[in-house]
Nanobody, 126 residues
């Protein structure tokens, strides 16, 4: 079955960097768009970034554009999220999920298969 395992989170000071990994199994990553989502305490899960299966086109939420970079390695069935210049408001549990392939990808949660990993916690604090 479809599974995601997120890793790479931790405690980092404002301005610091982290690289998150999303290891996928149970399906062929090549055929799906992949999105990163995050959920802060007391808030709804929101889309952060996504990458298409077709040509690797990327999309970002306005709050992270210019600071985060999504990439995928289909051979390793892994998608990454490089996060730079982290801010306290980036504190959240980060998840990845899959969307049916298309020429573009969405940051809307309802476009994604409701299969979630355990997430990885990112805490940005001094």
């Amino acid at each position: 079955q479809v599974q995601f395992v997120e890793s790479g989170g931790g405690l980092v000071q404002p301005g610091g960097s982290l690289r998150l990994s999303c290891a996928a199994s149970g399906f062929t990553l090549d055929y799906y768009n992949i999105g990163w989502f995050r959920q802060a305490p007391g808030k709804e899960r929101e889309g952060v970034s996504c990458v298409t299966s077709s040509d690797g086109t990327t999309y970002y939420a306005g709050s992270v554009k210019g600071r985060f970079t999504i990439s995928r390695d289909n051979a390793k069935s892994t998608v990454y999220l490089q996060m730079n210049n982290l801010k306290p408001e980036d504190t959240a549990v980060y998840y990845c999920a899959s969307e049916n392939s298309g020429s573009s990808c969405s940051l809307r949660r309802d476009r994604y298969l409701e299969v979630w990993g355990q997430g990885t916690l990112v805490t940005v604090s001094s």
